[in-house]
T-cell receptor, first 117, second 115 residues
Framework: GAGVSQSPSNKVTEKGKDVELRCDPISGHTALYWYRQRLGQGLEFLIYFQGNSAPDKSGLPSDRFSAERTGESVSTLTIQRTQQEDSAVYLC???????????????FGAGSRLTVL | AQKITQTQPGMFVQEKEAVTLDCTYDTSDPSYGLFWYKQPSSGEMIFLIYQGSYDQQNATEGRYSLNFQKARKSANLVISASQLGDSAMYFCAMREPSNDYKLSFGAGTTVTVRA
């Protein structure tokens, strides 16, 4: 597709359930990010995939959070045993990594809004 | 430590006037990149402008310009001739080698343009 696609766009779940959020990056984009945005807040880095390198998981808030990426395509963010504080919009972004600190513009998806009751 | 600081949580600006959004950053890397993104109420993130640390001139893109003051570690966004459609949240962001080139965002500034 032309843009970054995320699904589901909205997810309401009960506390304690597991959820999976999916991201389809733009074809050819080697870099993929997940961010979390709580209501009215900034973007909190979660995880970063770059090509075949080991992912940077330094932003994952707890071991309930995990993410996978298949090659340079789809990524899945999984939250196990969801808690109310996990309620947020989860944004995925991808880019062609031009290397270094160049104009590596991220294209964002529309986000997945997660509500944990 | 906070890498990107945006001290203005919210601002009001009159239509057709200019507005300056503050951004200061903290890095010890000589090479880094600075970005501004816009997030309207619909939620999508829109790239506005980029400034490289070695760029000699301030970046400009249409009505957006970046007032880059390297010694002060400041990268303020200037929006000229504000339009109602400029009402949104604006985020400053930075990439730096010591942070593995990850894009780190500030807390954002909400701009409301009044008719």
């Amino acid at each position: 597709g032309a843009g970054v696609s995320q699904s589901p766009s909205n997810k309401v779940t009960e506390k304690g359930k597991d959820v999976e959020l999916r991201c389809d990056p733009i074809s050819g984009h080697t870099a993929l990010y997940w961010y979390r945005q709580r209501l009215g807040q900034g973007l909190e880095f979660l995880i970063y995939f770059q090509g075949n390198s080991a992912p940077d998981k330094s932003g994952l808030p707890s071991d309930r959070f995990s993410a996978e990426r298949t090659g340079e395509s789809v990524s899945t963010l999984t939250i196990q045993r969801t808690q109310q504080e996990d309620s947020a919009v989860y944004l995925c972004a991808s880019s062609v990594d031009v290397g270094g600190t160049g104009a590596n513009v991220l294209t964002f998806g529309a986000g997945s809004r997660l509500t944990v009751l | 430590a906070q890498k990107i600081t945006q001290t203005q949580p919210g601002m009001f600006v009159q239509e057709k006037e200019a507005v300056t959004l503050d951004c200061t950053y903290d890095t010890s890397d000589p090479s880094y990149g600075l970005f501004w993104y816009k997030q309207p109420s619909s939620g999508e993130m829109i790239f506005l402008i980029y400034q490289g640390s070695y760029d000699q001139q301030n970046a400009t893109e249409g009505r957006y310009s970046l007032n880059f003051q390297k010694a002060r570690k400041s990268a303020n966004l200037v929006i000229s001739a504000s339009q109602l459609g400029d009402s949104a949240m604006y985020f400053c962001a930075m990439r730096e080698p010591s942070n593995d080139y990850k894009l780190s965002f500030g807390a954002g500034t909400t701009v409301t343009v009044r008719a």
